[in-house]
T-cell receptor, first 116, second 114 residues
Framework: NAGVTQTPKFQVLKTGQSMTLQCAQDMNHEYMSWYRQDPGMGLRLIHY???????DQGEVPNGYNVSRSTTEDFPLRLLSAAPSQTSVYFC???????????????FGQGTRLTVV | AQSVTQLGSHVSVSEGALVLLRCNYS??????LFWYVQYPNQGLQLLLKYTTGATLVKGINGFEAEFKKSETSFHLTKPSAHMSDAAEYFC????????????FGKGITLSVRP
């Protein structure tokens, strides 16, 4: 059971370049989300999805796009990278079935992105 | 609206000493509360969670936390620190559980001295 898989693990971009951070989960979870982690700021929610075809904005969505065409995949797109997007990005997934008390969010290993 | 406050950014303890990491929250509804641990260059791992019921929650690696509604707190403790506990710890809150938006605190780095 692979859990939540993020690729790539490391990436360096030039300002203005575009790229897609990949996130895949094999647990058939409905809920998926993207966070960015910056020193001294904890994790902040970028976008989330409650199922295929449904996405919504989190706390810091500007500069990022998402789509959810399948249950398994939730890619995060940077259309024109900026130095302010230098961060560590985490994808998470959890199930929306059953009792909320029994749910747990599973996190990927992260993608460390540097924009120069 | 919900928020989490973790005072201080760094805690240092001696091996074998008590670990106490503080977390205070604000939430307009009864909260779900979580503690996550992040080891260097790793993702986040759930330590424990409070949903309903017993206010003293036991987690993995000997950690526990107590939900105190009157103090809006969910402090994390461990009676005896081990070198392997050195990591960053995050408190998080959610209005409806882990399958919804989590709001994280800024995190606390725990160092353990030999």
């Amino acid at each position: 059971n692979a859990g939540v898989t993020q690729t790539p693990k490391f990436q360096v971009l030039k300002t203005g370049q575009s790229m897609t951070l990949q996130c895949a989960q094999d647990m058939n979870h409905e809920y998926m989300s993207w966070y960015r982690q910056d020193p001294g700021m904890g994790l902040r929610l970028i976008h989330y999805s409650v199922g295929a075809g449904i996405t919504d904005q989190g706390e810091v969505p500007n500069g990022y796009n998402v789509s959810r065409s399948t249950t398994e995949d939730f890619p995060l797109r940077l259309l024109s990278a900026a130095p302010s997007q230098t961060s560590v990005y985490f994808c998470a997934s959890s199930s929306t079935l059953g009792r909320a008390q029994n749910t747990e969010a599973f996190f990927g290993q992260g993608t460390r992105l540097t924009v120069v | 609206a919900q928020s989490v406050t973790q005072l201080g950014s760094h805690v240092s303890v001696s091996e074998g000493a008590l670990v106490l990491l503080r977390c205070n929250y604000s939430s307009s509804v009864p909260p779900y509360l979580f503690w996550y641990v992040q080891y260097p260059n790793q993702g986040l791992q759930l330590l424990l969670k409070y949903t309903t019921g017993a206010t003293l929650v036991k987690g993995i690696n000997g950690f526990e936390a107590e939900f105190k509604k009157s103090e809006t707190s969910f402090h994390l403790t461990k009676p005896s620190a081990h070198m392997s506990d050195a990591a960053e710890y995050f408190c998080a809150v959610s209005p409806t559980g882990a399958n919804s938006k989590l709001t994280f605190g800024k995190g606390i780095t725990l160092s353990v001295r030999p």
